[in-house]
T-cell receptor, first 108, second 115 residues
């Protein structure tokens, strides 16, 4: 069975303090690894799709990387507006499985 | 391009009633998936439709059902509502078929409260 685990569950950073969120996974056949951002009471907002180990994608202060067992979302010099829950999702042969998310709080 | 839309945005029902939620995907997208999100369980997959056919189903009781129309719009229905059905119901659309290779784009969700 496809499994995805995100860590930490919650992360509190000072503005400008860079860090990384982790997404560990097991899958019989990876078809895609997705990152989303979700604000309270809203639908997840798409950030990145990664398809193969070694792939990297960047958008503003965010950079997503992928290995055969993990994906990382690196946040460089975060700002308070980056505060949100970040979801990792694993695309297998049949369906997409979501992790429970990392709740990020960036303090001014 | 307009995003995924869901109606209604908020709904309050009582136990035993039934409810129908609607989702309009991004234009050109043929796949629609439904998820239930609760604070304790996170995002749980309900089912996926592609070209009017249910291609995949999650581990939910038969009270949860759905359908997709020829214009790709989708509805989900929950019968005999229980208190535990209170959740944010999210619809997501993608351009591809079943499986996890295609990026899903989410709507704003329908907040269902069961009293």
């Amino acid at each position: 069975e496809d499994q995805v685990t995100q860590s930490p569950e919650a992360l509190r950073l000072q503005e400008g303090e860079s860090s990384s969120l982790n997404c560990s996974y097991t899958v019989s056949g990876l078809r895609g690894l997705f990152w989303y951002r979700q604000d309270p009471g809203k639908g997840p907002e798409f950030l990145f799709t990664l398809y193969s180990a070694g792939e990297e994608k960047e958008k503003e202060r965010l950079k997503a990387t992928l290995t055969k067992k993990e994906s990382f979302l690196h946040i460089t010099a975060p700002k308070p507006e980056d505060s949100a829950t970040y979801l990792c999702a694993l695309g297998g042969y049949q369906k997409v499985t979501f992790g429970t998310g990392t709740k990020l709080q960036v303090i001014p | 391009k307009a995003g995924v839309t869901q109606t209604p945005r908020y709904l309050i029902k009582t136990r035993g009633q039934q409810v129908t939620l609607s989702c309009s995907p991004i234009s050109g997208h043929r796949s629609v998936s439904w998820y239930q999100q609760t604070p304790g369980q996170g995002l749980q997959f309900l089912f996926e439709y592609f070209s009017e056919t249910q291609r995949n189903k999650g581990n939910f009781p038969g009270r949860f059902s759905g359908r997709q129309f020829s214009n790709s719009r989708s509805e989900m229905n929950v019968s005999t509502l229980e208190l535990g059905d209170s959740a944010l119901y999210l619809c997501a659309s993608s351009s591809g078929g079943t499986g996890g290779a295609y990026t899903q784009y989410f709507g704003p969700g329908t907040r269902l409260t069961v009293l």
